[in-house]
């Protein structure tokens, strides 16, 4: 079992910045993939950027692209977010997630998920 908890939501203005952290515990050596993911009111839950072991390879989403950075601590299992320049359509519950395979930018390719943090952007 893996378990993950989010930290470093909140409310911004546009165009300012905020950065998400995920602590990973439990049984965390054999993770391959590392993500986040966020939802909207309204919609559904969407990819937002990906890590694999290492931080050897990074994938994220178009709108991620240039303004977000994922990074992670291996030796401290914690996983980061740098969103800057935000948008209003930014705003979402934002999850880590964490899986033993290499995994896409795929919700349901991931097992293990933290409880979300709120991240509100205001124009």
């Known amino acids: 079992q893996v378990q993950l908890v989010e930290s470093g939501g909140g409310s911004v203005q546009a165009g300012g910045s905020l950065r998400l952290s995920c602590a990973a515990s439990g049984y965390t050596y054999s993770i391959s993939s590392m993500a986040w993911f966020r939802q909207a009111s309204g919609k559904e839950r969407e990819g937002v950027a990906t890590i694999y072991p290492g931080g050897s390879s990074t994938r994220y989403a178009d709108s991620a692209k240039g303004r977000f950075t994922i990074s992670q601590d291996a030796a401290k299992n914690i996983l980061s977010l740098q969103m800057n320049s935000l948008r209003p359509e930014d705003t979402a519950i934002y999850f880590c997630?964490?899986?033993?395979?290499?995994?896409?930018?795929?919700?349901?390719?991931?097992?293990?998920w933290g409880q979300g943090t709120q991240v509100t952007v205001s124009s």
């Open positions: 997630a964490a899986d033993y395979g290499y995994r896409a930018l795929v919700p349901r390719y991931y097992k293990y």
